[in-house]
């Protein structure tokens, strides 16, 4: 079975630029949630989405952005591009109950540079 | 004072040696707790996984929580060059809690020479 897949692998913005980040988790899973990782430090919780509804937000302004959809795939958005946005951006799929509970698997991250 | 401490190394060992880390926390609901391994430039990768105190043991990795001291532990045996990686400490409250919502340590990286 395929692991969690992101898209793209890498990408290159310009301060002011928007991005869309694209997520698919592992088949029967029906929980999504983001992070973001800056060079040098753990991940940080960015949104959870279960059954298409967000179901927790970090601490993050609301440039930021996530949907998923029927087939329980997911996109982030980010508008209005900062340097400081540059990171690895990771995706985790779980199969927890409501949403809730159960082990979180990552996806191999879209490096985002802001230049 | 951030909720999650982790020391960030890094740790040199010979290889065949026990590879120690651990975390310090300072929210009581935390009831989940978990290790990953990350590669440079790679996905975390789900080493551990555990609820409340106790320990648990899965080939040459064992992990201890003792809940009462805010404390984790992560023991890598027959340490090997191909464990040279950043090892996340993270952990969660209960499925009421703020979701699925992992709070992480920085990371340890650790180096395992031939």
């Known amino acids: 079975d395929a692991g969690v897949t992101q898209s793209p692998t890498h990408l290159i913005k310009t301060r002011g630029q928007q991005v869309t980040l694209r997520c698919s988790p592992i088949?029967?899973?029906?929980?999504v949630s983001w992070y973001q990782q800056v060079l040098g430090q753990g991940p940080q919780f960015i949104f959870q989405?279960?059954?298409?509804?967000?179901?927790g937000r970090g601490n993050f302004p609301d440039r930021f952005s996530a949907r998923q959809f029927p087939n329980y795939s997911s996109e982030l958005n980010v508008n209005a591009l900062l340097l400081g946005d540059s990171a690895l951006y990771l995706c985790?799929?779980?199969?927890?109950?409501?949403?809730?509970?159960?082990?979180?698997?990552f996806g191999p991250g879209t490096r985002l540079t802001v230049l | 004072q951030k909720e999650v401490e982790q020391d960030p190394g890094p740790l040199s060992v010979p290889e065949g040696a026990i590879v120690s880390l651990n975390c310090t926390y300072s929210?009581?609901?935390?009831?989940?707790f978990m290790w990953y391994r990350q590669y440079s430039r790679k996905g975390p990768e789900l080493l551990m996984y555990t609820y409340s105190s106790g320990n648990k043991e899965d080939g040459r990795f064992t992990a201890q929580v003792d809940k009462s001291s805010k404390y984790i532990s992560l023991f890598i045996r027959d340490s090997q060059p191909s464990d040279s990686a950043t090892y996340l400490c993270?952990?969660?409250?209960?499925?009421?809690?703020?979701?699925?919502?992992?709070?992480f340590g920085g990371g340890t990286r650790v180096l395992v020479k031939p």
């Open positions: 088949s029967g899973h029906k929980s």
């Open positions: 985790a799929s779980s199969n927890g109950l409501a949403g809730g509970g159960g082990e979180q698997f």
């Open positions: 929210n009581s609901a935390f009831q989940y």
């Open positions: 993270a952990m969660r409250g209960g499925i009421k809690a703020a979701g699925n919502k992992l709070t």
């Open positions: 989405y279960y059954e298409k509804e967000e179901r």
